[in-house]
Structure formats: structure tokens, C-alpha cells
């Protein structure tokens, strides 16, 4: 998906039904956020994907720290002889577990255990979780979500619909009579049903507790893992411990050799770890430069901030911008400058020429026309006559109404009216000091006291005394070698640099495709003619 500029998509976790990891490309930086995920793949969900994509910022958790899990196969194994155990030693099983994930995983592996033991058929499973059974209906609906095993076996029956496994919905519908299991929530066990009945299980040594999760410390759960000798109960009173207590981790989370494999597939320069306790993230990061530290063709950062503390990473890297549109139309010659619109669009960059605009952006190209109005009582030629000192080429217009104008600078048109004179120029940075400096000569024509009939006539710069002072002009500046020998008509050549500058004379425009040369020139020809251009006294 595309939101804003901001791309984003997903691959599977691995870590419960429907988690997933997200790559966020943002300016061309992506970044892969994997939240809580599993590289195992275990009875009923998929292991988590290693994405195509390799990131530039990897966040990862870090719950496990640089623990190893136990095979799945002998967890399984471990964990259906410790039930078998406390069961036929007339015990009570209890199996804290979180509503979802977990405890479906649990619930598959009792369920097939309990039909290939018809000895224990008449010891009962109960799961105690109303979420519990809300999930139930989600794992029952998208088995196409799940691993290739769950969708093979769903053709003959529904693997989530339990023989040997009952829902309990509350503890007033349980007949605590005899030998049972039930897996309740929550996994920690601060507080619900897992926590009253381990108060009231704890008091009898034939009963057991497993903790199937991850246990953060000062719950209940992590407690009585160091097996103290008496527990506190909600009411704040003590009770003697003598159940047996076990830890097997079934958590779908990471340990350090699948954290260490995936990084090592994706190779991302760096990784900010989360969601751990300090020590453990500081060993994972600790251990990760280790292993990599003396491998010379991959550089890590790695990253353990504390809660609420900035990561900043600085990345640079070249933009690029794309030539669309008319400019496109033809194949670009090595060093030829494109000139355009440089258009920014989220985090994307193109070049479109000013006609284009309308069809690359929501954007429209305008046109703004001026007219400024300005008294003036004086006369025509007095008009010419000021504008030629200006500009040098002043060009008589005559307009479709029969009114007089001129053109100055080639873009300000100067209209004569009665008692006024009309300033229109097409607005730009440019043209509007053009048409100051128009404005500024007007006024001074206005006030003027020269008598109209003795107004001087243009005076002309002598063409053979200009191209002779323009040949030692360009010698200086560029060297004799740079000028053509020949100077065809009123054409004019100069090279430099193996690039070429036509002048012509008559108009003393300045042609040339080098654009900073042409400026130099077309600046030093100007200037040129205006001190040698004879003034009136």
C-alpha cells in the first residue's frame, strides 16, 4: 500500500494466528518491524517469512535474549509425560496460558496425546478461557491462514474441533472430583482463574503446575519457577508450595540462533532491538557484534534503547529525479542541461516541462499579464527618445485601434493614449525590473522642459567603430584564437572551449548553447555598446 508516499506491506510472523511483520519504505529507506515472531514452525502455524527485501533498519524483539529453545519434539514430548505424570499420580494438572496463540498450540498436542492413550480417556481436559473460546471460532474459520499440515488434515475433520477437550465457562460449572487438566488464563497468573485454582491446588503434592510461556519477573509464574517454600495468595496470606512446578517453553518468540539466521539472511546495517528486559537485550546486542565483528564485508549497529528514548539514524543518498512528460519525448544528449519544473510529489521527484504540469500534477501553469497606467503630456518621440538611451533597440509597434506603441527590452510593451501612457509585460522576476526601469525613464520624459520640436533624434552607434571594439574586447577577454577570421554578414563567432557563441550585430543578441557562456557574453556585449553609444548634451 501506498499511503501518503509512505509504502508499506506485510509477511507473515509466525507468532499467533493472523501476526504479521511490516516493511515501511519511507524516501527510499525501508524499514522492517517484525513485532513478535517465530522462525519455528510449529504445530498448526507457519514459520515467519524472510522477506525479498533487504531492509536498511531492521527492529526486532529481543524477548528471549541469547537463550536457545528446546526441539519442539522433545518440548512435546517433555511436556504430554510431566501431564501423563501428574495425572495418573491422581493430580491435578493447571496450565497457565494466554488466551490466544499458545494455548491453541497446547490444546492440539493434549488432544492427540489423549487419543493415542485410551488409558487416560476418562481424565478430563477442560480449557477455562471465555476469549479462549471467542478465538476458538477464528482458528475453526481460517485454516487456509495456518501451516500445510492443519490444511491437509482439514479435509477429513476440522483439527480444532477437540475430541478429548472440553470449555469450562466458569469455575462454579467445575467438579473438582479426581485427576484433571485444565489450561487457564492468565499465563502469569496475577490474577483470574489460573491464580484460584494454584491457590488451591499449591497446598497438595500430587497436583502440578507447567508454565508452557514466557514469565516476566515479579509475576506469579516467574515466583514460583525458583520454587520458594510458601506463596502469598491474593488475600495476602501465605500457603505452603508443594505442588511440582515446571517450566517448558512453548512461547512463539525468537531465540538468539533464529534472531542470528534471520539477521544473517537479511544483512541489515541496523538493528534496534525491543520488547526485552534490559539485561537480555544488552546480551543480545552484546552477542550479535561478536559474532559479527570480524566479518569484513558486513557492518552492524545494533541498537538497545530504553523505553521512550530516541533511535535517530542519519541516512544520505542520491535523489533522483525523473524527466516525464515532452521532455521526455527525445533521447537526451551526454551533457546537454534539461531545463524544467522540478516537481516533489510525496518522496518522489520529477521534471516536467511548464506545459506539462497540468498532466503530471494537480498543479496549472498561468500566465500573468501587468498594465500599469502612468500620466504622460509629452510627446511620442520624446518617449522614443528616452527609451532608446535605455535599452539601445526600441521597436515601433503600431496596435489595431491605430495607437501608437513601442516595444522595449523585447517584453514591455509601451502604449501611447491620450494624456497616458499603458506599461504590459508579461509578469516574471526579469521582466518586472524591465518594466521599472521603463516606468522610471516615462517619469523623467514627463518632466522633461526640453521643447517638443527640438527633441534630439536616436543617436546610432557607428557599426565599424562597435565591431572593432568588440573584437578587442572578446580578444581580451577570451584570446585572439577564439574569434573567427571571418565575419560573415553581421554574424560573429567566438569558441571557447570548444563551445560556440554566435553575435549578431545588428540586434547584439547572443546565441550559444552553453547557457553561463552565452550569459557572459550576451552581458559584456551590452554593456559594450552602452559606453560607446554617444550622449547629448
Not at 256 to 282: C, D, W
Request: a negative charge; one cysteine or more.
Amino acid at each position: 500500500m501506498n499511503v501518503g508516499g509512505v509504502k508499506f506491506w506485510c509477511y507473515t510472523a509466525g507468532h499467533v494466528l493472523g501476526a504479521a511483520m511490516f516493511m515501511i519504505e519511507i524516501a527510499g529507506v525501508k524499514i522492517l518491524y517484525t513485532g513478535d515472531f517465530s522462525r519455528q514452525e510449529d504445530r498448526h502455524l507457519m514459520a515467519a517469512e524472510i522477506p525479498n527485501v533487504h531492509p536498511d533498519v531492521l527492529i526486532t524483539e529481543s524477548t528471549y535474549g541469547t537463550h536457545i529453545h528446546e526441539k519442539r519434539e522433545d518440548r512435546e514430548s517433555r511436556f504430554t509425560g510431566l501431564v501423563h505424570d501428574i495425572v495418573t499420580r491422581g493430580g491435578r494438572c493447571l496450565i497457565p496460558v494466554f488466551a490466544l496463540g499458545r494455548a491453541q498450540e497446547l490444546l492440539l498436542i493434549l488432544d492427540e496425546y489423549w487419543s493415542n492413550h485410551p488409558e487416560i480417556h476418562d481424565i478430563p481436559i477442560y480449557y477455562a478461557s471465555a476469549l479462549a473460546k471467542k478465538c476458538m471460532s477464528v482458528y475453526q474459520t481460517y485454516i487456509s491462514a495456518m501451516n500445510e499440515k492443519i490444511r491437509r488434515q482439514i479435509s477429513i475433520s476440522n483439527p480444532f474441533v477437540f475430541k478429548h477437550i472440553s470449555n469450562l465457562k466458569s469455575i462454579d460449572h467445575f467438579e473438582d472430583i479426581g485427576p484433571s487438566v485444565v489450561m487457564a488464563s492468565p499465563g502469569m497468573m496475577q490474577s483470574g482463574l489460573s491464580r484460584e485454582l494454584f491457590e488451591s491446588w499449591c497446598t497438595d503434592k500430587r497436583n502440578g503446575t507447567i508454565i508452557a510461556g514466557y514469565c516476566v519477573e515479579g509475576t506469579l509464574a516467574k515466583t514460583i519457577l525458583s520454587e520458594p517454600e510458601e506463596i502469598v495468595t491474593m488475600g495476602g496470606n501465605k500457603l505452603p508450595l508443594k505442588c511440582s512446578v515446571d517450566y517448558i517453553s512453548f512461547s512463539a518468540h525468537t531465540d538468539y540462533q533464529q534472531t542470528s539466521e534471520f539477521i544473517r539472511a537479511l544483512k541489515p546495517p541496523h538493528i534496534v532491538l525491543v520488547h526485552g528486559e534490559q539485561n537480555e537485550m544488552g546480551r543480545l546486542k552484546a552477542a550479535l557484534i561478536r559474532e559479527y565483528e570480524d566479518d569484513p564485508e558486513y557492518n552492524i549497529d545494533v541498537y538497545n534503547p530504553r523505553n521512550t528514548q530516541t533511535v535517530e539514524l542519519h541516512f544520505r543518498g542520491e535523489k533522483m529525479a525523473k524527466v516525464v512528460g515532452e521532455l521526455a519525448s527525445t533521447k537526451p544528449d551526454e551533457g546537454k542541461k534539461i531545463s524544467g519544473i522540478l516537481v516533489k510529489r510525496n518522496f518522489n521527484y520529477h521534471i516536467v516541462a511548464p506545459s506539462d504540469l497540468q498532466n503530471y500534477t494537480e498543479l496549472a501553469m498561468s500566465t500573468v499579464t501587468q498594465r500599469q497606467s502612468i500620466a504622460y503630456s509629452g510627446s511620442l518621440p520624446m518617449l522614443h527618445y528616452y527609451l532608446t538611451q535605455l535599452s539601445g533597440d526600441v521597436e515601433e509597434l503600431e496596435m489595431g485601434d491605430k495607437r501608437k506603441a513601442l516595444k522595449v527590452f523585447k517584453t514591455v510593451t509601451v502604449i501611447v493614449e491620450p494624456k497616458m501612457v499603458v506599461l504590459e509585460w508579461t509578469a516574471s522576476p526579469v521582466n518586472d525590473m524591465y518594466a521599472d526601469a521603463v516606468l522610471t525613464v516615462v517619469l523623467r520624459a514627463e518632466v522633461d522642459p526640453m521643447p517638443q520640436k527640438v527633441v534630439p533624434t536616436p543617436v546610432k552607434v557607428d557599426k565599424a567603430h562597435f565591431k572593432e571594439c568588440l573584437l578587442e574586447m572578446l580578444s581580451d577577454m577570451f584570446g585572439t584564437a577564439s574569434l573567427s577570421k571571418l565575419i560573415k554578414g553581421d554574424k560573429m563567432t567566438v569558441t571557447v572551449d570548444k563551445k560556440v557563441a554566435t553575435i549578431s550585430l545588428d540586434t547584439l543578441d547572443v546565441k550559444c548553447e552553453d547557457e553561463s557562456l552565452q550569459q557572459i557574453i550576451q552581458t559584456a556585449v551590452t554593456k559594450l555598446h552602452q559606453s560607446i553609444t554617444p550622449v547629448r548634451i
